[in-house]
C-alpha cells in the first residue's frame, strides 16, 4: 500500500543550523506531498506541500522539492530558530478527491538556542 | 480561513464509560471527515472516514463498535468512543475538507486528548 517514511528523530540542533528531514514514498498513483507542523500540544498546521513532480513548496524558511525520480520530498531550511522546534509530519494525499492524508511517523525537532 | 474546531480539547474518564468527541468545520461545509489516533511519538494513524447522511468505513483493526461515528450534518461530526479503557488514551485529531473545492487543503482540528483512568 501507499505509504512515507521519514528519518527517525529526535534531531537536535543549535540555532542558525541548517535543517534537513529526510521523506520518502511509496505510491500507486501520482500523490500530492505535503509536510504538516505540530507545535506541543497543538494540531497539525500544513507548512507546505507539492502537487507534481519538481515542484518545490514553500513556506517560512523551509522547503521541499517533488523528486519523482527519487520518490522523496525532504525538507529543508537553511537557519532554524528556537520556535521551530516542533514535530514535523510528511505525508502523501493521493488526487484530489475524499482522499485521506496517509503520515510519516513524524521527526521531532528541539532547536537549541 | 477554514477551521476546523474540537471539543474537548482534553478529557477525562473513568474506565466503563463513553465520551464523546465533536469535530466541527466553523466556515465550510464538510462532506467527508477524517478522524485518526495519535499515539505518543508516533504517527496519526487513520481510524476512520466520517460520511454525512451515511456510515462511516473504518479501517481495518479499527473496532466500529467501539468507535462511533455519527456524521449528521455538513458541519459536524462526532467520535464516541465506548466503554472506554485505559489502551484508549490517546491524542484523536479530526480533518476535514471543504467540499466546494475541488482540490481543497484538509484543515485539522486542535485534537482531543483522551486520558482515561
Known amino acids: 500500500g501507499d505509504s512515507v517514511t521519514q528519518m527517525e528523530g529526535p534531531v537536535t540542533l543549535s540555532e542558525e543550523a541548517f535543517l534537513t528531514i529526510n521523506c520518502t514514498y511509496t505510491?500507486?498513483?501520482?500523490?500530492?506531498l505535503f509536510w504538516y507542523v505540530q507545535y506541543p500540544g497543538e494540531g497539525l498546521q500544513l507548512l507546505l506541500k507539492?502537487?507534481?513532480?519538481?515542484d518545490k513548496g514553500s513556506n517560512k524558511g523551509f522547503e521541499a522539492t517533488y523528486r519523482k525520480e527519487t520518490t522523496s520530498f525532504h525538507l529543508e531550511k537553511g537557519s532554524v530558530q528556537v520556535s521551530d522546534s516542533a514535530v514535523y509530519f510528511c505525508?502523501?494525499?493521493?488526487?484530489?478527491?475524499?482522499?485521506?492524508?496517509?503520515f510519516g511517523k513524524g521527526t521531532r525537532l528541539s532547536v537549541i538556542a | 480561513g477554514a477551521v476546523v474546531s474540537q471539543h474537548p480539547s482534553r478529557v477525562i474518564c473513568k474506565s466503563g464509560t463513553s465520551v464523546k468527541i465533536e469535530c466541527r468545520s466553523l466556515?465550510?461545509?464538510?462532506?467527508?471527515m477524517f478522524w485518526y489516533r495519535q499515539f505518543p511519538k508516533q504517527s496519526l494513524m487513520l481510524m476512520a472516514t466520517?460520511?454525512?447522511?451515511?456510515?462511516?468505513?473504518?479501517e481495518q483493526g479499527v473496532e466500529k463498535d467501539k468507535f462511533l461515528i455519527n456524521h449528521a450534518s455538513l458541519t459536524l461530526s462526532t467520535l464516541t468512543v465506548t466503554s472506554a479503557h485505559p489502551e484508549d488514551s490517546s491524542f484523536y485529531i479530526c480533518?476535514?475538507?471543504?467540499?466546494?473545492?475541488?482540490?481543497?487543503?484538509?484543515?485539522f482540528g486542535e485534537g482531543s486528548r483522551l486520558t482515561v483512568l
Open positions: 480533518s476535514a475538507r471543504d467540499s466546494a473545492v475541488g482540490a481543497g487543503e484538509l484543515f
Open positions: 505510491a500507486t498513483g501520482y500523490p500530492s
Open positions: 507539492a502537487t507534481k513532480a519538481d
Open positions: 505525508a502523501l494525499r493521493l488526487d484530489s478527491g475524499n482522499t485521506p492524508l496517509v
Open positions: 466556515d465550510f461545509q464538510a462532506t467527508t
Open positions: 466520517s460520511n454525512e447522511g451515511s456510515k462511516a468505513t473504518y
